[in-house]
Structures are given as C-alpha cells and as structure tokens.
C-alpha cells in the first residue's frame, strides 16, 4: 500500500486528495473521494454561502466520514464567515490558499483540523511555514482553475529541496503515472481536480463535462477574463487555467473593458460561460465514477512504484 505522512496523519488508505474546487466539487464529490480511500475536499469559492458550507459538508460526512474544505485568503480577508461555517462542521482538513494563512490557522487547529495551505512559490512557501500551517501543497501552473506560474516539477522539487514540513504535489496530476512519479520525488501524496471534473458526482453547468471530454492538453488558456467578467476580485497575481472558448479569444484579441465583458457573459451559454480545468484535461477521455478514477490512479501508481522494490 502507499503509505506516507498523509495517510497515517488523516487515517486514510490512499494519499489522495479530492481538490477544492469552487463550483464543481460539492459533498457528494468530496464524500466519494473519501469513501474510496482518500479524503475529498469541498470547494467554498467566494461566492458561495456559509449555508452551503453546512449542508455540503453534511452530504461528504454521511458519503465519506472525513472532508476538507478548501477556502482562499484574500476572500477570507474581507469576510470570514466562510471559515466559520466550515470549523463549525468539523472538517478533518482545511486548504487555506492564495494569500497569507496566517491569521487562520490557529483557528483551524483549535477546531481539530489539519491546515495545509497550495503554495505557488518559494516565497509562498515561507509564508505558509511561517503561519505554522502543517503541510504544504506545490500547486503548478499546469493545474485547473486559479494558480500561479511555475510548473509542478520545478515548483516541487525546490519546495521539497526547501521546505520543513511535509510537501504535496497538485497540477496536472490524473493517473498513476503523475501519482507515482510525485510520490518517488518525495510528495507525501497529490491533490487530483481536473480529473475528477468529469465524473457524474460534480456539480456545476451540464456542458462543462462534454467540454472537458472533447479538449485536448493544448485548449486551455491561463487567463484573467472571467474573474472580470463575474466581477471576482482576484489579486493580480494569480489567474484562472480554463478550457478556452469563444470568450477567452474575443477578450485575448480584442482587449475589451471590464465592464464590456460583465455586460457579455453569459454562464448559460457553453462557448461564453467559464470551465476551469487543467492541462491534464487531455487525458480525462471517459465520464467515469470517482471511485472509479481515484482506485485506478492508486493502483497504476502502486504498481508503477513496484517496479523499484527491492533494487
Ligand atoms: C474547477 C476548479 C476550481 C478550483 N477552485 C479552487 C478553489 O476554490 N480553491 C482552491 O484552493 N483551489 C481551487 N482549484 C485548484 C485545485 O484545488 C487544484 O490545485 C488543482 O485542481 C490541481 O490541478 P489539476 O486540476 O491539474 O488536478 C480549482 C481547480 C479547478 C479545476
């Protein structure tokens, strides 16, 4: 079995992490993940609610038992009602990201939780160490929705090479063979988003899924529009990787205003609303359960890492 830091801290079987993923991993997502052996992790984007919170961390417990959930704190800074709906169901993981964690964890560590926080560099990294957060996640650009500029490779093996607690890998990771080769460079385990964007438990558009299908590792787009357009006031710093459409190119070419584009966006529409996904999206080719998807990745990557026992 794949046994590390991560499965003998959390008691789960596999280390594997269900991403949060704002709009697409609810409870019966994150609850499935966890019920196959990894612990699944809801999305709370800034523009849900501390109700929804409640409820979808209700649906992962009764699916998984354990849930994260993973929540950013830049949003958290103006208003931290989203963290307090999600101590209050007792999380066994909360992801704090993109900005300074700082004023979080001791919150998140009285509640009982693991804090762990995606860092995107080696500043980052720094900063979450500093925040006394427990483990760290090297998140590529590779990876879907919001994320920073260095690749998973480089960006993990200077955070291993620097870091003092425990490290895991997240972006463009969807089969054994990504698990495996993280673990071998010494991540503690992975968190998987856009591999799981096109199984039955997501939640989010009904196109999102045949578009995930249909793209290949080069159609998708690293890009700010969609913040703009639904008036999500991100820092600067980090975009969004999503599938591109007819939006991403009308805004790519013809720099339009912010205001044009909130006037223009239609999230009803499948070549203008917004599906963040990751390069990875190449290799996600079926609409398969997560289970299904998580077991298949630990068993290729258990098997892969095999080959090395005993050499
Ligand atoms: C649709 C989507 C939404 C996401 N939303 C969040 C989020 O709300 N909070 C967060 O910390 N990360 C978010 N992420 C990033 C994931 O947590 C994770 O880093 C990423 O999915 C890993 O790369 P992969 O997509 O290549 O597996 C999102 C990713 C996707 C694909």
């Known amino acids: ?5 991560l499965t003998r801290e959390l008691g789960i079987a596999l280390p594997i992490v269900g991403a949060p993923m704002g709009g697409r991993a609810g409870g019966v997502l994150a609850g499935e993940v966890s019920r196959a052996g990894g612990i699944g992790m809801l999305g709370a984007a800034r523009y849900t609610t501390p109700e929804w919170v409640e409820r979808e961390s209700a649906i992962a417990r009764d699916l998984g038992g354990r849930f994260g959930v993973g929540l950013m704190n830049w949003a958290l800074a103006e208003d931290d009602s989203l963290l307090e709906a999600a101590l209050a169901a007792q999380p066994t993981m909360v992801s704090l990201s993109f900005g300074d964690p700082a004023p979080y964890v001791g919150r998140v560590h009285a509640a009982g939780a693991c804090a762990v926080s995606q860092v995107n560099t080696l500043e980052d990294l720094r900063q979450a160490e500093a925040a006394g957060v427990d483990a760290v996640v090297a998140q590529g650009s590779e990876a879907g929705g919001h994320t920073g500029r260095i690749g998973t490779l480089p960006l993990l093996q200077e955070v291993l090479e620097a870091a003092t607690v425990p490290v895991l890998a997240a972006g463009g990771i969807g089969t054994g063979r990504g698990l495996a080769a993280v673990l071998a ?4 385990g992975a968190f998987i988003g856009t591999a799981l964007l096109a199984s039955p438990e997501t939640i989010g558009p009904d196109y999102a899924v045949a578009r995930l299908l249909k793209a290949e590792s080069t159609d998708t787009v690293y890009t700010d529009v969609f913040d703009k357009a639904r008036n999500q006031p ?7 990787r999503a599938i591109a459409n007819d939006f991403t190119e009308e805004y790519h070419e013809a720099g ?7 006037a223009q966006y239609d999230p009803a529409l499948p070549e203008r609303g917004v599906v963040y996904a990751g390069q990875i999206a190449g290799l996600v080719h079926d609409a398969r359960p997560v289970a299904e998807v998580v077991s298949s990745i630990a068993r290729d990557a258990e098997r892969l890492l095999s080959r090395f026992c005993g050499m």
């Open 1 to 5: 079995m794949l046994q590390t830091w």
């Open 256 to 262: 339009r205003t912010e205001e044009e584009l909130a």
């Open 185 to 188: 460079a010494g991540a503690e």
């Open 234 to 240: 991100w820092p600067s710093r980090w975009l969004g």
